[in-house]
């Protein structure tokens, strides 16, 4: 095979997996800010829940309020009693102790919904902080999964960056200039194989004397469809061995 032919390959599969590594490394700030929003949504959960927990807790409060004045007004009713002379003001003073009584009783049923509320919306928090610890011990986790895995992929992309400056050296500087235009052209892909008679880049059917050209790894042909350099990768042994026995 053509040496800067050989070059340039090893420079593509170089790219194509420094392009990888870029790739990875834009999908974590992605990442780490799904992981704040579900966070942040467990969080409005709870703080919700523990909201209408206190709203609830507070109109008891005042229900309960509202029944120990009522128990005054029978308190004092029950000392008006003696002082009462005529039946008039009895029934009077009947009336009003029954009315008090129905109040305070539509007050305490209304506070055994509100407790009946309290309770599931107690229950419901408890849920909701349950579920906020556990994202943020996920978010902990994952974000400490992906520190070691950018730490790995930032380490393999100098590596690949490292070993490209070495390719480069081997590539004339015309014929540089070509696969890095080639490069920017057609979304990082500069070199592409040949299978059978075809382009595998952009999928075109090759002449075939041009295929006959290409097979033979000594020159720099390029595709009439897509422009990129081609090269052909001979079929491994193995390869020819299993087509011979089938």
Known sequence: MLSSLAALIALQSLDSASDSARLRLAEFPAVEQAL???????????????????????????????????????????????????????????????????????????????????????????????????????????????????????????????????????VPAPLLAKYEQLLKQRRGIAVAQMSGETCKACHVRLRPHVAQIIRRNDEIIQCESCQRILYFQPPSPAADSTASLS
């Not at 523990?50 to 008891?60: I, P, V, W």
């Not at 928090?125 to 610890?133: G, I, N, Q």
């Open 36 to 170: 704040d929003a579900r966070i942040a949504a467990a969080a409005a959960a709870a703080d919700g829940a523990k909201a209408r927990l206190a709203e609830s807790q507070n109109a008891r409060r005042a229900l309960e309020k509202e029944v120990a004045m009522v128990d005054s007004r029978l308190a004092r009713f029950d000392d008006h009693k003696a002082a009462v002379k005529t039946n008039q003001e009895y029934t009077a003073l009947l009336h009003e102790i029954s009315a008090a009584k129905t109040e305070k009783d539509a007050i305490e049923e209304r506070i055994l919904v509100l407790m009946e509320q309290t309770d599931a919306i107690a229950a419901e928090l408890k849920s909701a902080e349950a579920v906020l610890a556990e994202e943020k011990r996920g978010a902990t986790e994952t974000r400490q999964k992906l520190a070691i895995e950018r730490k790995t992929v930032e380490a393999e992309l100098a590596r690949l960056t490292a070993e490209r400056t070495g390719e480069k050296s081997a």
